[in-house]
């Protein structure tokens, strides 16, 4: 069964993690949202609050990606992205 991500685990600069949902992580550029996976800062959470292994995840997250697309959906606002920037990087 195809796990749904419901919320990502972002750890910040001192330790700390910050929860965004999907969206939000959306918001964030794909090259950091890359450095982020790759520097292994991401941690996928699925709506029974399960974690999802980092391979599901990122199925999962180019499956939303993709859904999203044939929507033809608009992107978040700048703000938003502004935003998530600074939780993350604080």
Avoid: W
Avoid at 59 to 73: D, F, M, P
């Amino acid at each position: 069964m195809d796990k749904k991500i419901d919320q990502i685990s972002v750890q910040k600069s001192n330790g700390g993690h910050n929860l965004l949902h999907l969206e939000q992580f959306l918001a964030i550029s794909p090259y950091e949202r890359t450095q982020l996976v790759l520097q292994k800062k991401v941690t996928f959470i699925d709506e029974d609050g399960e974690i999802i292994s980092l391979t599901d995840g990122l199925k999962a997250l180019v499956r939303e990606v993709n859904e999203r697309k044939t929507k033809s959906q608009t992107p978040q606002t700048s703000s938003t992205d502004s935003s998530v920037k600074e939780k993350i990087s604080s």
